[in-house]
């Protein structure tokens, strides 16, 4: 295996019983990468981290970190260091005593200690804080003091399970950008286990959607996002509207379809699997590709080019600010979400108006089984 990447995971399966927690996943992280594992709760996200830990061995597969195998490898012998969610700082010991565990347990001379120790705390912003309990620390501090007793260790892979779990939205928020740059800081590869997307779509170079123990997907953000290969990744990477279409005509990836509710809609196929003329599809429609006007001041339809139209109500404004949402109630009674600019004037749509919405065919996305 090659050192270019510092792990490495060959067809790695685990089985508890009858029940295959993680089947056959395989992926390579190249070296300093902030890597993501984005699934939802029981996909099997955290059983695969167990085993790169060592935590857990794998029933078929195998592990390689910075090209050796580490399948024979105990816990505390592999170059690997994790972050959980409660960080589990000692609270009998202070800041420093914290950081300084790792290097005495190694049996490190005191003047190596001291100085590791000093250097770390520069490195995440925090040089003055070493002598203070834990109980004295914010939120944000504990964070990043528990990387720092792991960064101390240089390992080759730091893993992250769900750190940011346990705080607050706002130091959450920022706790974000924090990672990525203590990420860049310390030039060592991120393993980030988590259920929020939109924590692992801020922080990672590289993204991997985990459902039902398999990897459906691994791309950048913004390759997750624009091209989802199936539909369960369209549906839990972003915020979606979402119908059940027959199809009707296929030309190329161009689908004609017609809803349960009566709406007729050309749409985009995506993936591999060829589109069945009379089959049913799965649609997807990001908000933001829905461009909302007064149906009273709007033109004709244009349906040239695929283009899709319909008309409804709007029945909930969902404020945030400039960029705000509107919940329309479409012609089949369903809830369309579509985003707004909101400029504080008159001509800001409002609960009861009816509107026209209007989107490409190419962003109408469809999945074959």
Not at 65 to 79: C, W
Not at 313 to 329: E, H, P, T
Request: hydrophobic share 40%; proline share 5%.
């Amino acid at each position: 295996m090659s050192a270019e990447y510092d792990l490495e995971c060959l067809d790695v399966s685990k089985n508890f019983g009858s029940v295959r927690a993680v089947q056959e996943v395989s992926f390579k992280i190249p070296k300093g990468s902030f890597f993501s594992i984005l699934g939802p709760s029981g996909c099997g996200k955290t059983t695969l981290m167990r085993m790169i830990a060592g935590f857990e061995d794998p029933s078929q597969g195998d592990i390689h970190i910075k090209g050796k195998s580490v399948l024979n490898t105990a816990p505390n012998k592999r170059n690997v260091k994790m972050v959980f969610q409660h960080l589990a700082l000692f609270p009998m010991m202070n800041v420093f005593e914290n950081i300084a565990y790792g290097l005495r347990c190694r049996g490190e001379a005191s003047a190596e200690v001291n100085r590791k120790v000093h250097d770390v705390l520069e490195r995440i912003a925090l040089p003055d804080v070493g002598k203070r309990e834990i109980h004295q620390l914010s939120g944000g501090q504990k964070q990043r003091i528990a990387i720092a007793r792991c960064m101390v260790l240089d390992p080759d892979v730091l893993l992250l399970d769900e750190p940011l779990g346990a705080l607050d939205l706002k130091l959450r928020e920022a706790m974000k950008i924090e990672l990525k740059l203590l990420q860049h800081q310390f030039d060592t590869t991120f393993i980030y286990i988590t259920h929020d997307q939109s924590e692992a779509l801020v922080m990672s170079d590289n993204v991997a959607i985990m459902n039902d123990g398999r990897f459906e997907q691994v791309g950048t953000p913004q390759e997750l996002y624009h091209d989802p290969h199936t539909a369960f990744v369209a549906g839990f990477v972003g915020d979606n509207n979402h119908w059940t279409g027959k199809v009707e005509a296929v030309s190329g990836d161009r689908v004609d379809l017609v809803t349960g509710t009566g709406l007729t809609m050309a749409g985009h196929l995506r993936g591999t699997s060829p589109a069945a003329q009379g089959g049913g599809l799965p649609l997807y429609v990001r908000p933001e590709f829905i461009t909302p006007r007064k149906a009273k001041d709007d033109a004709p339809a244009d349906t040239s080019d695929g283009q899709n139209s319909l008309t409804g109500k709007i029945d909930s404004l969902l404020f945030n600010g400039a960029n705000s949402r509107i919940l329309v109630r479409g012609p089949g009674q369903e809830l369309i979400e579509a985003d707004v600019v909101l400029t504080g004037g008159t001509d800001d749509l409002k609960p009861g108006d009816a509107v026209r919405l209007s989107w490409p065919a190419e962003q109408t996305m469809c999945f074959a089984a």
